[in-house]
């Protein structure tokens, strides 16, 4: 007999507590709510734990093409007391421009926001034997960097470097196979740009 009025009061305290939970107060969670701006969940990070947010990965901006021209460049080097001697000699002799200058890639190495140009020196056989950085200035193409190097490539670097590859010959190398490369970086520093690594590596 006990048992029986045992047994319904159970039931009725179960219910009382299931419905304090749906209240707005503090007991179940409600679903859609919106969830505290500053409740962010940490992640690890190299530095500790911080906000749950994914780290913005440095991409290297589009540099718009130099509207340089070969012409222009090449009235620039001749008129450049600086530029190595043998280099003006060839960029003075050629007939045409194409003999002895080729467009490289625009880059902004300088950080200007103004693209700079590259461009390879070469002879009538298209042998490259230099290279030359020309920026823009209110008097037209001026040179800011130049280098002499067997059969060069320039690349930008993800970092807004300069990478340049050359061919390095030995006295029993065939002109058609050098024996080793080199591999440079340069940076623009102070107002000029410097070489931060160099590589040697052998030829295939």
């Avoid at 939970?21 to 990070?45: Q, Y």
Wanted: glycine residues 10%.
């Amino acid at each position: 007999m006990r048992a029986r009025h045992v047994l319904p009061a159970a039931l009725a305290l179960a219910v009382l507590v299931v419905g304090s939970g749906c209240g707005n107060g503090s007991g179940l969670r409600v679903e859609g709510a919106d969830p505290d701006a500053s409740s962010a969940t940490p992640v690890m990070t190299p530095k500790g734990f911080g906000p749950s947010q994914s780290p913005a990965r440095k991409t290297p901006s589009a540099v718009p093409e130099s509207t340089m021209t070969l012409p222009e460049v090449r009235d620039s080097l001749q008129a450049d007391k600086g530029l190595d001697p043998y280099m003006k000699k060839i960029v003075g002799s050629c007939s045409a421009v194409a003999l002895c200058l080729t467009r490289g890639l625009s880059v902004d190495v300088m950080k200007t926001g103004t693209p700079q140009l590259v461009v390879l020196i070469h002879t009538n056989d298209n042998f490259v034997f230099g290279a030359v950085l020309m920026a823009d200035s209110p008097k037209g193409p001026r040179r800011v960097w130049s280098l002499k190097a067997d059969q060069l490539k320039i690349s930008p670097s993800p970092q807004g470097d300069l990478v340049v590859e050359s061919q390095v010959f030995t006295l029993d190398d065939l002109s058609c196979c050098p024996s080793g490369r080199l591999v440079e970086v340069y940076r623009w520093a102070g107002g000029k740009m410097t070489k931060v690594s160099s590589k040697n590596q052998k030829g295939d």
